[in-house]
């Protein structure tokens, strides 16, 4: 290869930044979420967009009435991005390890708003205050999403909630109570607090069949303590969609009472279940990510601040 087509290599190169913008914009599908999940203004998110198809040569996205969407050639690009971007994290990941350095990139799952908790926060705040130059990514994980991707390798770490599968080590950051989520016009709706023999005729939304079976019925409480099965219902695969599902009375859900504040919306209302028992939030990682630099600087931040590793 001559000079100039090196040169010319070059300049079709994309950088690792704009390759992360979309594989961001790829799970959005929306500037404003991309944008605010990236921390950059939304002109500068499609600035970046548009500079990575100049150098490409060809259209990632497709801007319209009808929302956002990637073009079939954005969706081949995509897919080739997020191997390019987890080849690179291995590799700073190998380099630190042996620099012993406290740089590169950890990349932290967080199911739905785990990593907006109090707990999550402190301990993200003291990894930021112990390790600056240590870049911190940290991902939204739906239903489907939040066991594999740590298994996966495709995150360090996460912000998941209990029970966990086996196979993972976890360090148990914080406890609540759990709540059931009603419409706001239903009978009980007015309750101060309900047992699960009030809920036994309500309809409950499910998991796809991803998740694991136990994960769920643990937290629905199927088979009830009287031996009642649970009826399931609409399936969902976020937060999102489970609480739609209730402003819709497709359903009713358990969630943390923490849901009071981080999903409030006009028409549902969340009461009180003590038989639910409490809700277990972890900092999960694999045995064999228990020694990388980065996740063992997680670990010692999340003991700094909450319970004995188990």
Request: glycine fraction near 8%.
């Amino acid at each position: 290869m001559v000079a100039g087509d090196r040169r010319g290599q070059r300049l079709r190169e994309p950088s690792i930044h704009q390759l992360r913008l979309l594989l961001v914009m790829a799970e959005e599908l929306h500037f404003g979420r991309a944008a605010a999940r990236t921390f950059i203004s939304q002109p500068a998110l499609s600035q970046q967009i548009r500079a990575l198809e100049e150098r490409l040569g060809v259209s990632l996205i497709e801007r319209g009435g009808g929302g956002v969407r990637l073009t079939p050639a954005g969706r081949a690009v995509a897919e080739e991005s997020r191997a390019v971007v987890e080849g690179l994290d291995r590799l700073l990941r190998v380099a630190d390890s042996h620099a012993g350095a406290m740089t590169g990139r950890l990349r932290i799952g967080s199911l739905g708003a785990e990593a907006a908790m109090p707990h999550a926060g402190a301990v993200l705040a003291r990894l930021r205050e112990q390790h600056p130059h240590l870049e911190v990514e940290v991902r939204n994980l739906g239903f489907i999403q939040q066991f594999d991707s740590l298994a996966g390798g495709e995150v360090d770490a996460a912000f998941l909630r209990g029970p966990l599968p086996s196979g993972f080590q976890s360090l148990q950051l914080a406890t609540e109570s759990r709540v059931v989520c009603l419409a706001a016009d239903d009978p009980l709706a007015g309750e101060a607090t309900l047992t699960l023999a009030q809920l036994e005729d309500r309809i409950v939304v499910d998991m796809p069949r991803e998740v694991p079976r136990t994960w769920w019925d643990h937290l629905t409480v199927n088979p009830r303590p009287d031996g009642t099965p649970v009826r399931y219902g609409p399936v969902v695969r976020d937060t999102e969609a489970m609480v739609l599902a209730v402003l819709q009375k497709r359903a009713i859900t358990f969630l943390p009472a923490s849901a009071r504040r981080l999903y409030p919306r006009p028409g549902l209302v969340y009461v009180d279940v003590p038989e639910l028992g409490e809700s277990v939030s972890f900092l999960a990682w694999l045995p064999a990510n228990r020694d990388l630099p980065a996740v063992r600087a997680l670990r010692a931040a999340a003991r700094s601040t909450q319970q004995p590793e188990h």
